[in-house]
């Protein structure tokens, strides 16, 4: 037999049941916006597959990777994206996309191998192996030797051991045909989507003398739309410093790069640890232009920054880039 009060009980339970569902309807999450209200999602995302990550974008999105110091040089890694203003032939753009995380980059590491460069080279590629195992442990790194032609003697990887062995197949003669290996270099970044931040890091101890391509056709080739950050190392002698320096240093500036110009090999490994910490260090900012970019056209760039308790802060990040650039060469295996 049924308790005395199971009528009042059943009739109470359908009471609950009704009262949850209508209270789960109220807090359900609101229909999605119209077309018109929609915020912009944010059009960079980054998928890990395996141990690398892959980032999709929208197209004809620019991304600016700027590093930020102040007014002491010092590197200012906290700021927000209301702290950054972004310009593009003078117009300030939207900025739908930003990071400050130490993202994995793919990077060629990119050394003279000339004559002059013999008795240097093996304090060199210790700066450049320290330099690898100072970056971020993800990052895809590929080396190219050049003198009179360049060559791809390692491929991309993250092995200390391949790219170590690479370094050390050292053939030191010939001329210095810089822009072209680093033309060919920065063409191979490009032909991988793997990663979305690119670097070259280019060290050399003289002037080209052997290149096809000019400093002006190489560094419109490095401002190819979402190219690479260029940093160079200059072991420069009296004899070659005044052409040689403004090469190097126009390939850097131009790129968002620095270049530096030692006094002695004694100093190339810490300024390689210093290059290191300056990439994973750095914003990534994602904008889509108000001129399209299917008109090409150079589009010079300029990223201001003003953010509470700092005191002239600077953005150093490419200078311009070329709308809808793309060609691709690959150095000699």
Request: net charge neutral; proline share 5%; hydrophobic share 35%.
């Amino acid at each position: 037999m049924p308790p005395r009060n199971s009528k009042k009980l059943v009739a109470f339970a359908f009471l609950c049941i009704f009262a949850i569902v209508a209270l789960g309807q109220d807090s359900a999450p609101p229909p999605p916006q119209s077309p018109e209200t929609k915020e912009p999602a944010a059009p960079s995302q980054a998928e890990k597959k395996g141990d690398l990550f892959v980032f999709r974008k929208e197209v004809d999105e620019v991304t600016l990777h700027a590093t930020v110091v102040d007014d002491k040089n010092h590197l200012v890694t906290n700021l927000d994206r209301a702290d950054f203003t972004v310009y593009e032939d003078g117009q300030a753009q939207k900025i739908l996309s930003f990071r400050r995380e130490d993202i994995p980059v793919a990077m060629g590491i990119v050394i003279d191998n000339s004559g002059s460069m013999r008795d240097k080279r093996p304090a060199v590629n210790a700066a450049a192996i320290n330099f690898v195992k100072s970056s971020n442990p993800q990052d895809k790194v590929f080396i190219v030797n050049f003198n009179e032609d360049y060559f791809l003697d390692q491929d991309y990887t993250a092995s200390v051991p391949k790219l170590k062995d690479a370094l050390e197949r050292i053939e030191a003669r010939g001329g210095t045909a810089l822009y072209d290996a680093v033309v060919a270099s920065a063409d191979h970044l490009k032909k991988s989507d793997l990663l979305e931040k690119k670097v070259l890091l280019v060290v050399t101890d003289g002037e080209d003398n052997a290149s096809r391509e000019s400093l002006e056709q190489a560094i419109r080739r490095l401002q190819e739309e979402n190219g690479p950050t260029v940093y160079t190392i200059g072991l420069l002698g009296e004899e070659h410093s005044k052409r040689a320096r403004r090469a190097l240093r126009e390939m850097a500036e131009e790129t968002g790069g620095m270049a530096f110009f030692p006094q002695g090999l004694a100093e190339v490994d810490s300024i390689t640890q210093q290059i290191a910490h300056d990439i994973r260090n750095q914003y990534t900012i994602g904008y889509k232009p108000t001129k399209p970019q299917s008109e090409g056209g150079f589009r010079s760039v300029k990223v201001d920054v003003n953010a509470k308790g700092y005191h002239k802060l600077q953005a150093r990040t490419r200078s311009g880039y070329y709308a809808g650039q793309q060609r691709t060469a690959t150095p000699s295996s």
